[in-house]
């Protein structure tokens, strides 16, 4: 049992904290937002996070798991402390690290046996610089959790990823039997991070404008994705077109590594151009529904789906709202419906897709809930003023759908 530090209750503090309580370590997390502590204290976490609500509850029953505002407790006396605070996007595009130089300002608290380990995603060389104002050993462990599998993906990891001096003791922390460990330098490790999400970004534009030349030359983007995923090399994940890749991640690690590869004075235009088609999806969706629609002034359209992905309520960097942004400008008229979303600025937000689906002149799939696929066709077409799809996701079934008097427009393939 070690006594951890962790230093930030987002959705990796958080789950780093209650995963570690969970393994059997004594745990302090802090952060500085008073009412989110409040809140954990009571068990109440505001993530949609499968799994987590139950161990931050059985953390706090055994005494394992505490939580504090400010910093003191975690750092002072804790044999490691875990950096979980944000690094977002700054002015030029490179990480802004303002919040780990404000938990450094307090590094004279840390035990002098103790070791700092920089979670956060931090451009390559950070561990290096941090190293050189703390007077304890500083480990880069980067953490690959996606958001509404972070339990999941902490307790039962692919690999993990230690660099700088007591790694090895950073990675028993985990007690994950039979999963790949690898140590490496502190800029090693951060490279990894940044590599990761990067290569996936590169992957999902590249998969986006296949599909918009599969629209164009009359080919299908799943037979062609699902035949390209079956050479091991390139493999089937993450091959899904969708209205881009959004989140708290992958827009603002690309941007960093971007400005990083810059600042290195090296070049890196296919970064760029991931992050440029990227940044064109909402354009296209919104011309594809245009063509179908027509001129979206005074046009009630019907948002299904405004978190950046399915299983989360995180609204951040989300594709939906970039549409729904570019359609309001347009003078549409827009209510949306997200499963896992109750309120969103700006937005009337509804609390079912048939709600949503009343009066509209168009659905528009944003978001690849599960539940979007098994919706009452018949009865949304009733509801709805002229019956038409726009799928952006490729979720709702064809021959349903069709056979429900609706026009479907997918993407990358052939409408029905
Ligand atoms: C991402 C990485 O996947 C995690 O490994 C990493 O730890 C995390 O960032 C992080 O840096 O903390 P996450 O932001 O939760 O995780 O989201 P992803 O599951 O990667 O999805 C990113 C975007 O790609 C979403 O907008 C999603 O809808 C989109 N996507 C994903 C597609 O459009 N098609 C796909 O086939 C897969």
Redesign the pocket.
Known sequence: MARIGVIGAGY?GLTTAACFAELGHDVVCADVDEGRVRALRRAEVAVLEPGLTALVERGLATGRLRFVRGNRDALAGRDFVFLCVPTPTGGDGAADLSAVHAVLGEGHLLSPDSVLVLKS?VPPGTADTVADVVDVPVVSN????????AVE?FLRPQRIVVGGPAARRVSALYRAEGVPVVVTSTVGAELV?YA??CF??VK?SY??SLAELCEQVGADVEDVTAAMGLDDRIGT??????????????PK?TRALLAAAERAGVDFPLLGAAISTNDHQPHRVVAKLRDVVGPLEGARIALLGLA???G?N?LRD??ALAVADLLAAEGADLVAYDPGVLAAAGLRVVESAQDAARGARALLVL??WPEFAELDWPSLAQDMSDPVIVDT?NLVPPDKVVEAGFRLVGTGRRNP
């Open positions: 990796v995603t980067p953490e690959f959790l996606r958001e509404g599998h993906d991070k990761s999400n996936l970004a999902l998969v986006n994940a993450f091959l899904a077109p969708g209205p881009g890749w959004g989140g708290s991640c992958l690690d950046f992905k399915a989360t995180d989300s594709p978001t690849e996701r």
